[in-house]
């Protein structure tokens, strides 16, 4: 399933950053989020972006800046990495968004150690088109699921669950003869959403548009030459 390298990135991630030219709160600050709930239709700009035919990860992290997210992953900002295992970390509504090409939102290092005291949620699609979703809080898993077979979900809380996948159109019988699917990463963006607070939008994916930059290549190591184990 993960046999993604860099040559299989459709997305080049840009050297050149844009500074977006705002303060950034220390960790502990609480960010004020969008209190709204998330729905499908906020995210359907996804599929007219340059992302949707991409492999990609987006971590949604409630109430940390980008600074913070750096220094829990224990990582060195770097303005010139680039490629696959580039995380690109900026300001959002709520707190921060975390893109890569790659898995390292899904990997349970990499949520063990953003989520204590916070809620951390991540997309992600490889490029087999095989999809994941993960909701931590506080260091603890709560929810995960593969958003284009949304029923088949593991939660501690599966009627919570259960309320936002049906309101977001997630729950729905697959029809052989039509082959269509619904905009189940539209719905699993919006999950993340509800379920943290932050919002990504369309400007977070512009080319250069996240300032912060480092390689969380480190995570992907094993000592068994094996796939880092999944949250």
């Known amino acids: 399933m993960y046999d993604e390298t860099e040559e299989g990135c459709s997305h080049r991630i840009p050297v050149d950053p844009v500074i977006d030219g705002t303060s950034h709160p220390s960790e502990g600050t609480v960010i004020v989020a969008d209190e709204r709930g998330a729905t499908t239709d906020v995210y359907a700009w996804w599929s007219h972006s340059g992302w949707a035919p991409a492999a990609f990860c987006f971590t949604f992290i409630a109430d940390l800046a980008p600074e913070d997210v750096l220094r829990r992953l224990g990582l060195t900002e770097d303005p010139e990495q680039q490629g696959f295992a580039t995380i690109e970390v900026g300001r959002a509504v709520g707190g921060s968004i975390m893109v890569e090409c790659g898995h390292a939102g899904i990997l349970r290092d990499v949520v063990h150690a953003l989520s204590p005291g916070t809620s951390i949620a991540s997309v992600e699609r490889n490029v087999n088109y095989h999809s994941h979703f993960v909701h931590a809080v506080d260091g603890h898993i709560v929810a995960r699921l593969d958003p284009m077979y949304a029923h088949w979900s593991d939660s501690t809380d599966p009627e919570r669950l259960k309320e ?68």
Do not use: K
């Open 164 to 231: 936002d996948l049906e309101e977001l159109g997630m729950i729905w019988d697959f029809d052989p003869e039509r082959e269509v699917f619904p905009p189940y990463i539209e719905g699993a963006l919006a999950l993340a959403e509800r379920r943290t607070g932050v919002r990504l939008e369309p400007r977070h994916l512009q080319p250069g548009a996240l300032p912060h930059r480092a390689s969380i290549a480190g995570y992907y190591e094993s000592p068994q030459g094996t796939f880092p184990e999944l949250a």
